[in-house]
């Protein structure tokens, strides 16, 4: 059984702070990772995606990837009151782009 | 641009009804990937179609099944609800199954309740 674990929540912090959100996953073939943002009562909105082994960063996200570790997370610089959000790490299996295993996310709260 | 189109986006049923549920996926895109959230969960993915064939399907049983249209939008049909299938149905497509630089885009949704 394929598993993508989030650290448990939630997840504080004060408006300006760096959020660090965590996932491991258990597939070792797994080929590419990703954080989508959802919003209570909304669909998930994808945030940043990654394929190879290091930093990705695009604007105040930062996605790691760590695949000896099976480990990916994600940055978020200067937190925002409009990143209160659940925080889903995905990851694709083998061949099959459309196929992803979802974590159960991490809820996040930036306190003004 | 249109993205991802989904209705209805709320619907009541009692159990043992059917349902179906419809998706339009962004222009451009090929592929539909249907999921089932519930409530505190992430999305469980059910089935993916392309060329108007379910190419990959997850542990759902058979009670859910779908359909895609040449014009790549596409139907998932829920019989003999239960009161379990209250969930958010996401809809998501993507251009070309298996291709790895073709990330997901999700509607918002259709909000299916049993009663």
């Known amino acids: 059984q394929k598993e993508v674990e989030q650290n448990s929540g939630p997840l504080s912090v004060p408006e300006g702070a760096i959020a660090s959100l965590n996932c491991t996953y258990s597939d070792r073939g797994s080929q590419s990772f990703f954080w989508y943002r959802q919003y209570s009562g909304k669909s998930p909105e994808l945030i940043m995606f990654i394929y190879s082994n290091g930093d990705k960063e695009d604007g105040r996200f930062t996605a790691q990837l760590n695949k000896a570790s099976q480990y990916v997370s994600l940055l978020i610089r200067d937190s925002q009151p409009s990143d209160s959000a659940t925080y889903l790490c995905?990851?694709?299996?083998?061949?099959?782009?459309?196929?992803?295993?979802f974590g159960k996310g991490i809820t996040l709260s930036v306190r003004p | 641009d249109a993205g991802v189109t989904q209705s209805p986006t709320h619907l009541i049923k009692t159990r043992g009804q059917q349902v179906t549920l419809r998706c339009s996926p962004k222009?451009?895109?090929?592929?539909v990937s249907w999921y089932q959230q519930a409530l505190g969960q992430g999305p469980q993915f059910i089935f993916q179609?392309?060329?108007?064939?379910?190419?990959q399907r997850g542990n759902f049983p058979d009670r859910f099944s779908g359909h895609q249209f040449p014009n790549y939008s596409s139907e998932l049909n829920v019989n003999a609800l239960l009161l379990g299938d209250s969930a958010l149905y996401l809809c998501?497509?993507?251009?070309?199954?298996?291709?790895?630089?073709?990330?997901?885009?999700f509607g918002n949704g259709t909000r299916l309740t049993v009663t």
């Open positions: 998501a497509s993507s251009l070309k199954s298996g291709a790895l630089n073709s990330p997901l885009h």
């Open positions: 179609y392309y060329e108007e064939e379910e190419r």
């Open positions: 995905a990851v694709n299996e083998r061949g099959a782009n459309s196929k992803l295993t």
């Open positions: 222009s451009g895109h090929d592929t």
